[in-house]
């Protein structure tokens, strides 16, 4: 069946480093995919989409890096400030299905 | 609103009672949809709605579990004979339509069964 993992739980980083999330997912058919950041207490908050039409996508400090080869998704956060610091979830949504199916987030804590 | 609304932002309820969880989405959007989120978990999707269309439902975990959209607008999720294992983060997102997301989440509801 469909599954999205995270390799790491925790991630620390120095602030003004470079942070790197990894996502791997099993459905080879998922068409979107989708990094949330979720602060304690707070809904998730949309970061960055891609679509698998896509290899890479930038915004605004986030990068997210599509391998479909190898079914690997990634969120990559330039000099990562003290505010970066939350649970992410990557997601992804089947060909054919509306609703997101997410990963068990990963921590990223940044030290000052 | 601005944003997705859900109401009450915390709900502490004996094991047997019913609760019912309100959803309030983005104006305008026509997709809604219902997840849980257990603590220190991802999220596990429970109901969609699009529009005047029928809900998926594929994801409820009972049927104690159930939910309507009154006029394409605000949802609400109830639970019947609540149990134990339903405390969680309830979370409702909406999105423009179907084919256009990214989804929006409220801030949830935590729902503790004592």
């Known amino acids: 069946g469909e599954s999205v993992g995270l390799h790491l739980p925790t991630l620390s980083v120095q602030e003004g480093d470079n942070s790197i999330i990894n996502c791997a997912y099993s459905?080879?058919?998922?068409?979107?995919f989708i990094w949330y950041k979720q602060e304690s207490g707070k809904g998730p908050q949309f970061i960055i989409d891609i679509r698998s039409n896509m290899d890479k996508r930038q915004g605004q400090r986030v990068t997210v890096l599509l391998n479909k080869t190898v079914k690997h998704l990634s969120l990559q956060i330039a000099a990562t400030q003290p505010g970066d610091s939350a649970v992410y979830f990557c997601?992804?949504?089947?060909?054919?299905?509306?609703?997101?199916?997410f990963g068990s987030g990963t921590r990223l804590q940044v030290q000052p | 609103g601005a944003g997705v609304s859900q109401s009450p932002s915390n709900k502490v309820t004996e094991k047997g009672k019913d609760v019912e969880l309100r959803c309030d989405p983005i104006?305008?959007?026509?997709?809604l949809y219902w997840y849980r989120q257990s603590l220190g978990q991802g999220l596990e999707f429970l109901i969609y709605?699009?529009?005047?269309?029928?809900?998926?439902k594929s994801g409820l975990p009972s049927d104690r579990f159930s939910a309507e959209r009154t006029g394409g607008s605000v949802s609400t999720l109830t639970i019947q004979r609540t149990q134990q294992e339903d405390s969680a983060v309830y979370l409702c997102?909406?999105?423009?339509?179907?084919?256009?997301?990214?989804?929006?989440f409220g801030d949830g509801t935590r729902l503790s069964i004592l």
């Open positions: 104006s305008g959007h026509t997709a």
């Open positions: 459905n080879s058919a998922s068409d979107y």
């Open positions: 997601a992804e949504r089947g060909t054919g299905r509306r609703a997101l199916t």
């Open positions: 997102a909406s999105s423009f339509d179907q084919y256009h997301q990214p989804q929006h």
């Open positions: 709605f699009q529009g005047n269309s029928a809900p998926d």
